[in-house]
């Protein structure tokens, strides 16, 4: 059954007029671009370091909200 749906869309691909064909892999540019510029900015690269579990939830936890566990100093 898997086959048969698989070859349903490699035959509707292989089909498809030169405007969808240029309209998918705009599309798949599109997506790839985004989920880039997500990995890139939005996940840390720091967390690949924590082994801790905890640590790392806390890492997550202040990168979502914006607070720090480190206290600031006073400014006097």
């Known amino acids: 059954m898997f086959k048969r749906i698989l070859f349903f869309y490699i035959d509707g691909f292989?089909?498809?007029s030169d405007l969808g064909r240029k309209l998918w892999?705009?599309?798949l540019i599109k997506?790839?671009?985004?989920f880039v510029?997500?990995?890139a900015f939005l996940m840390p690269t720091l967390n690949r370091e924590v082994k801790?579990?905890?640590?790392?939830?806390q890492l997550y936890i202040n990168q979502i909200t914006g607070t720090s566990t480190v206290k600031k100093k006073k400014e006097e």
């Open 14 to 16: 292989k089909n498809l």
């Open 52 to 57: 801790n579990p905890q640590v790392r939830q």
């Open 25 to 27: 892999v705009i599309i």
């Open 31 to 34: 997506l790839v671009v985004i």
């Open 37 to 39: 510029v997500i990995r």
